[in-house]
C-alpha cells in the first residue's frame, strides 16, 4: 500500500489489522477518491474563461501532481 494512504488511513483509525485484512480492497477505494480527485481539478479547468495559453499543460500538471503525491497511476 503507498505510504501516504496508509499514513491517512491511520489518521483516519484504521487499525493495522484492518489494513492487512482489508489491505487490497482499502488502497482501490483510495485510488479511486484520488482519481475522482483528479478527474474534478480537469473538469475545473475546463470552466475557466480565461487563461493563459498553457492551459492544457497546467491542467496534465495539476492533474499528475495530484496522482503522484498519492503514488495513483492513470
Same mark, same amino acid.
Not at 52 to 63: A, E, I, L
Given at each position: 500500500m503507498n505510504e501516504r494512504i496508509k499514513e491517512l488511513a491511520v489518521e483516519a483509525e484504521f487499525s493495522e489489522k484492518d489494513l492487512h485484512i482489508q489491505g487490497d480492497n482499502f488502497q482501490k477505494f483510495a485510488e479511486l477518491i484520488v482519481k475522482e480527485c483528479a478527474q474534478? @481539478?480537469?473538469?475545473? !479547468?475546463?470552466?475557466?474563461?480565461?487563461? !493563459?495559453?498553457?492551459?492544457?499543460?497546467?491542467?496534465?500538471?495539476?492533474?499528475?501532481?495530484?496522482?503522484?503525491? @498519492?503514488?495513483v497511476g492513470e
Open positions: 474534478a @481539478f480537469e473538469a475545473e !479547468v475546463d470552466t475557466w474563461k480565461e487563461m !493563459v495559453p498553457y492551459q492544457g499543460s497546467m491542467k496534465r500538471k495539476g492533474t499528475q501532481a495530484i496522482k503522484q503525491h @498519492f503514488g
